[in-house]
T-cell receptor, first 118, second 113 residues
């Protein structure tokens, strides 16, 4: 149980285009989803917190107009990197909190999406 | 503010030897502590957590962690390391104020045959 599916795993795009990454909780309902960015050999950087049916809360320094987050249902959140540039190339990871086990605080992670912007 | 520290960037251990990956925390109140493992180009996998109860917590793949309140530590351990345990390990603590998990900087474990 508690599986989070993230798609696509790999994406290569041209500079200036937009890329959408999906994060789905397959066997549970996620009240909250989190989006992280990870640079090579570095820790996770929390980008934003996504709550179903409401606007995402972005961490300081994260451009909300560049990284659009939508959490339209209890099982799906999307991250859209708009007008991508090479410096946006990174490993993006989503995580979700099970509504039934929210009090424990445990997070379940997707497999990550590696974005390469040419 | 809640925080965790992983003092070692990398830990090297020979296969078959015991391993320890260190984590210390700073929280107000009782901590909810977690360990996650990340293999290359993959997301994080949950290993174990401490919420309350026994100080020794057993988790996946033979890993365990000991909660030590007096030393504010939650070190990850395994009696006999495997080459396949080589990965990046993250310690995390729940921040009840923001309801987020605060992650350490990660420790790369390298197990040599």
């Amino acid at each position: 149980g508690a599986v989070v599916s993230q798609h696509p795993s790999w994406v290569i795009c041209k500079s200036g285009t937009s890329v959408k990454i999906e994060c789905r909780s397959l066997d549970f309902q996620a009240t909250t989803m989190f989006w992280y960015r990870q640079f090579p050999k570095q820790s996770l950087m929390l980008m934003a917190t996504s709550n179903e049916g409401s606007k995402a809360t972005y961490e300081q320094g994260v451009e909300k107009d560049k990284f659009l987050i939508n959490h339209a249902s209890l099982t799906l959140s999307t991250l859209t990197v708009t007008s991508a540039h090479p410096e946006d190339s990174s490993f993006y990871i989503c995580s979700a909190r099970d509504r039934e086990r929210a009090s424990l605080g445990e997070l379940f992670f997707g497999e990550g999406s590696r974005l390469t912007v040419l | 503010a809640q925080s965790v520290a992983q003092p070692e960037d990398q830990v090297n251990v020979a296969e078959g030897n015991p391993l320890t990956v260190k984590c210390t925390y700073s929280v107000s109140g009782n901590p909810y502590l977690f360990w996650y493992v990340q293999y290359p180009n993959r997301g994080l996998q949950f290993l174990l957590k401490y919420i309350t109860g026994d100080n020794l917590v057993k988790g996946s793949y033979g890993f365990e962690a000991e909660f030590n309140k007096s030393q504010t530590s939650f070190h990850l351990k395994k009696p006999s390391a495997l080459v396949s345990d080589s990965a990046l390990y993250f310690c995390a603590v729940r921040d009840f104020g923001t309801d987020k998990l605060i992650f350490g900087t990660g420790t790369r474990l390298q197990v040599f045959p």
